[in-house]
């Protein structure tokens, strides 16, 4: 497939890197400034090579990527709130020249999916963003593979808020100490508070909600409740009967979407440790389903970028 | 699409069962012995009450059920050893028709999975075989999403196997014991060699490592141990250190499978309880995956092989 790889931050490094040896070819690639685009494929070394000593990938506009002769738009370009522009716009656009879109960005896909879809309605593309969702876990394929019959999801959904309380967990610590621990290993941001005040965690709960009832959520619908405030000591009385603490997104069967620090068993699946991700799936004619795994990282989710674009090259055959 | 149901087991059955409410026509049910075909869609329901009644399905013959006019054609008989008959001629039938086939019968995927991919090769029929690893845990299916990426596999691949050393762990008592307990259940089979000498889990790792190694290994070339002869004691030694023993099932990068008995941490993912299994993938390019839940049960393998169902059904579209 020709790709057009928009934002080459962690994630679109990634899919450059590796979408060769996929058998995919790069027509076009853009920062938030500047855009690289040849129809008969770019060497992405060269341009990876550019963003590194010149800060920008070629010498075109990002328009330009827009409008180059690809097959799938990848949507990389960081997670906005609000309006989610640019990513919404990007994807329009692709959707609107009938071109599919495969989205890392969680932007545009929990604030506006319902304009999306109706977009994607129009357009002999497709929109998939199995990326947006706990890395090279296969959360959203997993839900339309058994359409249907997921009724409730739950789970540890952001890996540097499972870190630090997993952390406090075990060393005893205060929030603030693993924090800047945290911040050293680069684990978290420097400003950390999309990932520790829940709102991360939540703008994947709505996405999944948008999926499971057919859009209509945006995070305006979500009950958030960070880590920031949770003293240690309120791990260590958890500990005294076996329990734990996790930051859990959870999105029930009728739709309500709740963030929030929870009460776990530390035997539970749930209580997963370090940056790992837990998705429990509440099936309609099977027990439990529980998949884990790293939920974010470059490579990880450029896994789930070029799973997408895998499927689309599929079923377009 | 038009389903042909082999089979009415369990599986069968809840195949039966749910089919409709996911827009299919089942056209074709067979039992061994008895069949019922209509063209115009069969009323399942009739079908279902005179096998209780009859232990039969219908007037007509195996033969007409394989020879009707179905898109997909569903292998839900048991599954033998040897040369895996009569699922793989049902499976060649349907491909050498250009007919779809969806696997619930490990047999033929075990022990002539080449064959078939030859046989697939030049048919314009698609065979798929989720139900035959793990129930409703999408292992085939994440195989096939990170395509190229899993490079080993292992996991807990057998629920009898494991809810017997699950409970022999937690009550102290010995494999006799505990046999008769999941006999009472119905967890067990009367005769349970296939699942505790480790066959079915050998059958589950040969399937993993014709997918991930594009065909040649039957069960033949499993390493296999049971858990038959483990004591009591063993389990208590590891007890001791945190850990416990599960029946571990591997598909090594270089392709080598064994099963046998393993030491694995209490606190390891590996180390789930009861009827429960797991799956890991070592990933190319991300962190470990885990995949887990129930592997087996009627309503679990029927959701799997509606969802490559409905995989044929995109593709096909």
Request: hydrophobic share 40%; proline share 2%; charged share 25%.
């Given at each position: 497939?020709?790709?057009?790889?928009?934002?080459?931050?962690?994630?679109?490094?990634?899919?450059?890197?590796?979408?060769?040896?996929?058998?995919?070819?790069?027509?076009?690639?853009?920062?938030?400034?500047?855009?690289?685009?040849?129809?008969?494929?770019?060497?992405?070394?060269?341009?990876?090579?550019?963003?590194?000593?010149?800060?920008?990938?070629?010498?075109?506009?990002?328009?330009?990527?827009?409008?180059?002769?690809?097959?799938?738009?990848?949507?990389?370009?960081?997670?906005?709130?609000?309006?989610?522009?640019?990513?919404?716009?990007?994807?329009?656009?692709?959707?609107?020249?009938?071109?599919?879109?495969?989205?890392?960005?969680?932007?545009?896909?929990?604030?506006?999916?319902?304009?999306?879809?109706?977009?994607?309605?129009?357009?002999?593309?497709?929109?998939?963003?199995?990326?947006?969702?706990?890395?090279?876990?296969?959360?959203?394929?997993?839900?339309?593979?058994?359409?249907?019959?997921?009724?409730?999801?739950?789970?540890?959904?952001?890996?540097t808020?499972?870190?630090?309380?997993?952390?406090?967990?075990?060393?005893?610590?205060?929030?603030?100490?693993?924090?800047?621990?945290a911040q050293?290993?680069g684990v978290a941001e420097d400003d950390p508070s999309f990932d520790?005040?829940?709102?991360?965690?939540?703008?994947?709960?709505?996405?999944?909600?948008?999926?499971?009832?057919?859009?209509?959520?945006?995070?305006?619908?979500?009950?958030?409740?960070?880590?920031?405030?949770?003293?240690?000591?309120?791990?260590?009385?958890?500990?005294?009967?076996?329990?734990?603490?996790?930051?859990?997104?959870?999105?029930?069967?009728?739709?309500?979407?709740?963030?929030?620090?929870?009460?776990?068993?530390?035997?539970?699946?749930?209580?997963?440790?370090?940056?790992?991700?837990?998705?429990?799936?509440?099936?309609?004619?099977?027990?439990?389903?529980?998949?884990?795994?790293?939920?974010?990282?470059?490579?990880?989710?450029?896994?789930?970028?070029?799973?997408?674009?895998?499927?689309?090259?599929?079923?377009?055959?």
């Amino acid at each position: 497939m020709k790709l057009a790889v928009l934002g080459v931050g962690v994630v679109g490094k990634a899919v450059l890197e590796r979408a060769d040896a996929k058998g995919h070819e790069i027509v076009a690639v853009s920062d938030s400034s500047s855009a690289a685009v040849d129809s008969d494929g770019l060497d992405t070394e060269k341009v990876l090579s550019r963003k590194s000593y010149r800060d920008r990938v070629g010498n075109a506009d990002v328009e330009d990527a827009l409008a180059a002769d690809y097959d799938v738009l990848i949507e990389a370009t960081p997670t906005t709130l609000g309006d989610a522009e640019p990513g919404f716009t990007n994807v329009r656009t692709a959707l609107e020249r009938d071109r599919h879109a495969v989205l890392a960005n969680k932007g545009p896909v929990a604030q506006r999916y319902s304009e999306l879809r109706d977009i994607e309605d129009e357009s002999a593309g497709t929109m998939l963003f199995e990326a947006t969702v706990g890395g090279a876990i296969p959360v959203l394929s997993t839900i339309a593979d058994h359409a249907g019959e997921v009724s409730a999801v739950r789970g540890v959904l952001n890996g540097t808020a499972n870190f630090i309380l997993s952390r406090m967990s075990t060393e005893g610590l205060d929030y603030e100490h693993i924090l800047a621990e945290a911040q050293d290993l680069g684990v978290a941001e420097d400003d950390p508070s999309f990932d520790v005040q829940g709102t991360d965690t939540a703008m994947k709960c709505v996405i999944l909600a948008n999926v499971l009832h057919d859009g209509g959520y945006t995070l305006a619908d979500a009950k958030v409740e960070g880590i920031e405030d949770l003293p240690g000591s309120a791990l260590e009385v958890a500990s005294l009967d076996g329990n734990t603490i996790r930051l859990l997104g959870e999105v029930s069967a009728d739709g309500t979407i709740r963030v929030g620090p929870r009460l776990v068993s530390e035997n539970s699946s749930l209580a997963v440790s370090g940056t790992d991700n837990i998705v429990q799936f509440e099936m309609e004619y099977s027990e439990m389903l529980n998949l884990s795994g790293q939920g974010a990282g470059g490579h990880e989710t450029a896994s789930a970028i070029l799973s997408d674009v895998g499927r689309l090259e599929r079923t377009t055959l």
